[in-house]
């Protein structure tokens, strides 16, 4: 269920039988020639949806922009700052609380967000450390998922692509927004056909040692087929770890 799709008394009379929440978190980015700008955003929300729908989580609007700022020197990229997306975690988990939402399973769709997260939770439990009760009476807990990495996602990607899936631009991300919106997919050639691989600064910098965008992957070899088995896996294991977040004390 949709949190965006419910009445207000739906959240409420809903909370009565579970406290969880999925939030979708992806990013606004290049993803070399011939993945969308919005993947991280939109395989975080089509993971998400499938996850709600498969264990009947409610999932709350997707977060479409992230950290990104190395991405910056490619046409269409929007960012954060760290600081501001720590701000944007940090107001909607205590958004949630203040309403008894006290496990919030953040979906994560770009690897670039993990260290930000990471701090905004810090932010939040620090609150009720320094503060007391009164500033998280709820005790939330929160989680980031990456839809990419569990164990299962990650032994489909090395069969389907080994080498070529990279890590940015990636060959499974694009499969996937080629599933989950077929009408979009492009196909272009790739030269070199692997892209080459270093570490990330700023964003002049990124231009300079990856031109295309992509970083030691080949998205050529994306296809809607391996996208709905990319999605079938990726549902499954995050659907999982939820229930298991859930329960856990
Ligand atoms: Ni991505």
Sequence with gaps: ??????????????????????????????????????TDALCAEVVSHGVGEA???????????????HHLGFAG?????????????????????????????????????IATFSAAFSEIYAGRSLHGQGFNPTAVRCRLKNWFDGPAIKSLSEELYGEAEGSHATPSEVSLTQYAFPETAKHVAMSPEIAPKGPI?????????FPDGRIGSNPALASPEAGKRLFDTAVGEVAEEYLRFLKAS
């Design 201 to 209: 600064y700023d964003a002049q910098d990124y231009r300079d040692r």
């Design 77 to 113: 990229s929007i960012t954060l700052r760290p600081s501001t997306l720590i701000a944007v975690v940090c107001d909607t988990v205590h958004s949630l609380a203040r309403h008894g939402f006290d496990r919030i399973f953040f979906v994560n769709g770009h690897g670039g967000n």
């Design 1 to 38: 269920m949709l949190l965006h799709h419910c009445t207000w008394q739906e959240v409420e009379a809903r909370l009565e039988r579970s406290t969880g929440i999925i939030v979708p978190i992806g990013s606004t980015e290049q993803h070399g020639p011939n993945g969308l700008l919005g």
């Design 55 to 69: 264990v009947d989580a409610l999932v709350a609007p997707t977060i479409a922009v992230g950290m990104a700022q």
